[in-house]
């Protein structure tokens, strides 16, 4: 009996994975067109600092238009990273990133920052830097408008690399930032080593910091120590107008988060204000 049983789950769960690695196949299939036909675009969230309410800079976020269908970078980058068409991706993002902010000049000017995300797989490739600084230097834009975000673990996964790797990209004089600080398993002893310029304080505590104190004090004591590293902090995900006064009293530079604004499309990102009126925003 207990044989049979067994038996049978063995077929349902093999069948189950079979027509899960079937729809991985056509997923993967699928994103390997797109990659072909460039069915990605990137989308743009504000940052904004949080004393004056001055435009910082835009957060390039990436999408895939799957027959009409907007597709979110969760369901799709982990495929992209396993099968390393991140590369390709990837390259993309940057090329397209560095070419936007420089057709953005004559309406923000040269001091706003972009920031691109960069995979673990694409910060480790040799070509990384090579392919910047021809980018930087095609599109003339000033390496300092320049933000990469890597997480955690993507400096953690070989600390001799990451930190050579950091030290020619300062040297190239582009910024990096540690994205969704706090979730990964980074050590203070090596961040003094890393040379970055930014830690961004992942919104899993942002979202809770007002009704736990525990999540307060992850983010009180990472603005603390970005202010004494002398990092920028910014806080990720904020959405309501009590969590962006807690952060200003808390010394939280700067913010990011549906509050200002969701990811806007380039058009709409062109017309996003130069400085936010938060007393305006208090009365919506
Ligand atoms: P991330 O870099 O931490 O990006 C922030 C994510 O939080 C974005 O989701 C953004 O839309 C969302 N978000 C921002 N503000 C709020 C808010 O106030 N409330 C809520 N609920 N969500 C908010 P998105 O666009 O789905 O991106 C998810 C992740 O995908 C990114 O996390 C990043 O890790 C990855 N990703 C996005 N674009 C790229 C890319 O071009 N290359 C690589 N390698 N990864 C990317
Ligand atoms: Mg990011
Ligand atoms: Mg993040
Ligand atoms: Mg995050």
Redesign the pocket.
């Known amino acids: 009996e207990a044989k049979r049983a067994g038996r049978q789950q063995y077929r349902f769960f093999s069948a189950e994975m079979n027509s899960r690695a079937h729809a991985r196949l056509i997923l993967e299939e699928n994103l390997r067109s797109a990659t072909d036909r460039g069915d990605f675009r990137?989308?743009y969230?504000p940052q904004v600092y949080l004393g004056n309410g001055a435009l910082r800079g835009f957060?390039?976020?990436?999408?895939w238009d799957r027959k009409g269908e907007e597709i979110?970078?969760?369901d799709f980058?982990p495929l992209?990273?396993e099968t390393r068409l991140?590369n390709r991706?990837?390259q993309w993002?940057l090329s397209e990133?560095i070419a936007t902010c420089r057709d953005w000049h004559s309406i923000f000017g040269d001091e706003l920052i972009f920031?691109?995300?960069?995979?673990?797989v694409?910060f480790a490739s040799e070509g990384l830097l090579d392919s910047l600084g021809r980018l930087l230097d095609l599109h003339g834009l000033k390496p300092a408008q320049l933000e990469l975000?890597v997480?955690e673990g993507t400096l953690m996964q070989d600390l001799k690399h990451s930190c050579s790797k950091l030290d020619s990209l300062r040297r190239l004089g582009v910024k990096v930032a540690i994205?969704?600080f706090g979730t990964g398993y980074s050590s203070l002893a090596y961040l003094r080593h890393f040379e970055i310029d930014t830690l961004?304080i992942?919104?899993l505590f942002?979202?809770n910091m007002l009704d736990s104190p525990r999540d307060a004090a992850v983010v009180s004591t990472i603005i603390e120590l970005g202010r004494n590293l002398g990092l920028e902090v910014i806080a990720?995900?904020?959405?309501t107008l009590g969590q962006r006064n807690w952060l200003i009293e808390h010394g939280c530079q700067i913010m990011?988060?549906?509050?200002v604004s969701?990811?806007l499309d380039a058009e709409q990102a062109c017309a996003f204000p130069k400085q936010v009126d938060w007393q305006r925003l208090g009365q919506t």
């Open positions: 990137l989308v969230q957060e390039a976020l990436l999408r979110m970078p969760c980058i992209l990273e991140i991706v990837g993002v990133g920031s691109l995300n960069v995979s673990p694409q975000e997480t994205d969704d961004k992942d919104r942002i979202t990720e995900g904020v959405e990011q988060g549906f509050l969701p990811s």
